[in-house]
């Protein structure tokens, strides 16, 4: 079985940083789609990155450019940084591993992962 957990969350004003975490087990981070989705009270589920297995990433237009996707490979891991934070970030995060593609905030294969979530709340 796949399992993710996250952890990085916090809070911080608008303009400060935060890296968020992801540990991955039961498969290679490598042999895996991977993803990070945010969902805020009362709306959707939303896409921030979606990862392929080859780390090739796709970043929505609101995280282009503030917030960078890495991935380590040894440690089996994935990572947010996020930075120049706006109050509108302010979500719970979610990391995702899928064992074929994700779309439209799901996942198209037998195997699926999702996380609990780790807040973050970007004040003014």
């Known amino acids: 079985q796949v399992h993710v957990v996250e952890s990085g969350g916090g809070s911080v004003q608008a303009g400060g940083s935060l890296r968020l975490s992801c540990v991955i087990s039961g498969v290679p981070v490598s042999e895996i789609y991977t993803a990070w989705y945010r969902q805020a009270p009362g709306k959707e589920r939303e896409g921030v990155v979606v990862v392929e297995k080859d780390g090739f990433s796709r970043y929505a237009d609101f995280a282009e450019g503030r917030f960078t996707f890495s991935r380590d490979i040894a440690a089996n891991s994935i990572f947010l940084q996020m930075d120049n934070l706006k109050p509108e970030d302010t979500s719970m995060y979610i990391c995702?591993?899928?064992?074929?593609?994700?779309?439209?905030?799901?996942?198209?294969?037998?195997?699926?992962?999702w996380g609990q979530g780790t807040q973050v709340t970007v004040s003014l």
């Open positions: 995702a591993a899928c064992s074929l593609y994700f779309a439209s905030g799901q996942c198209y294969g037998r195997t699926s992962a």
